[in-house]
């Protein structure tokens, strides 16, 4: 009688001991690419990240989450999270080394995923880039 208390007790504490062992802390990324017209990769674009409120689409106003980078040679740069978002990514990319002096630029917008990298693309294109200056 005792003994079959003690199994069940052992038992137990494995389970539990392997259900909690095994958590891992869950991963949000972002991969933005960012690509010309002819859908070719562009490198050297800076990438700005912020996040939005759901409800009406405009940017929390200092934000704990602010990031930037610069694409690589494959147009892509990643970003890493703690935290579930919607996300805003600024892609701005300075023309002046083709002749023109202005930039090239494109805005959007993904919801993060657990355990997910999610991939958004931005095609850049000549428009008022206020938010590359």
Do not use: H, W
Not at 1 to 24: D, P, R
Not at 112 to 128: F, V
């Amino acid at each position: 009688m005792i003994q079959a208390k003690i199994y069940k007790c052992v038992i137990i504490l494995i389970a539990t001991f392997i259900f909690s062992g095994c958590y891992t802390d869950p991963f949000f990324e972002l991969t933005v690419k960012v690509v010309d017209e002819s859908l070719s990769p562009v490198s050297n674009s800076e990438v700005k990240i912020s996040i939005t409120d759901i409800d009406n689409g405009q940017l929390v106003p200092g934000s704990i989450v602010s990031d930037e980078g610069i694409t690589d040679n494959e147009g892509k740069v990643l970003f890493s999270f703690e935290n579930k978002a919607f996300i805003t990514a600024r892609a701005c990319f300075d023309n002046s080394s083709v002749g023109s002096a202005s930039y090239l630029c494109r805005e959007g917008n993904v919801y993060l995923e657990e355990d997910t990298n999610k991939e958004l693309t931005l095609m850049l294109q000549s428009s008022d880039c206020e938010f590359c200056n």
